[in-house]
Nanobody, 128 residues
Framework: QVQLVESGGGLVQAGGSLRLSCAAS????????MGWFRQAPGKEREFVTA????????YYADSVKGRFTISKDNAKNTVYLQMNSLKPEDTALYYC?????????????????????WGQGTQVTVSS
């Protein structure tokens, strides 16, 4: 199984930057596609970004495209979310998620149901 631990959240002013980290356990990390989701109070969990197991492809929600960058370091068993030009509407609890390595079929990267493991979340608050 995979265990995920997020870190790096905090308070930041609008226009600032923040880098989130998600440390993963498990011997099959390199074969695990990863995603980041966020949830603000009163809103449903929404897709932010994802990266394929090889790291060869990345996907972004339109709201963060050009501002956020996801990356995967298999040697460190860690996935990162670099967030630049942060806006107040980015304020949310950010979750790291992993798709189990052995899972086949089509990878619907933006769907929460595609992911089998979730971190506890890290809070990101952007002030104006």
């Amino acid at each position: 199984q995979v265990q995920l631990v997020e870190s790096g959240g905090g308070l930041v002013q609008a226009g600032g930057s923040l880098r989130l980290s998600c440390a993963a356990s498990g011997h099959t990390f390199s074969r695990s596609a990863m995603g980041w989701f966020r949830q603000a109070p009163g809103k449903e969990r929404e897709f932010v970004t994802a990266i394929t197991r090889s790291g060869g492809s990345t996907y972004y929600a339109d709201s963060v495209k050009g501002r956020f960058t996801i990356s995967k370091d298999n040697a460190k068993n860690t996935v990162y979310l670099q967030m630049n030009s942060l806006k107040p509407e980015d304020t949310a609890l950010y979750y790291c998620a992993a798709r189990r390595a052995a899972r086949g079929g089509t990878y619907y990267y933006s769907a929460p149901v595609e992911y089998d493991y979730w971190g506890q979340g890290t809070q990101v608050t952007v002030s104006s």
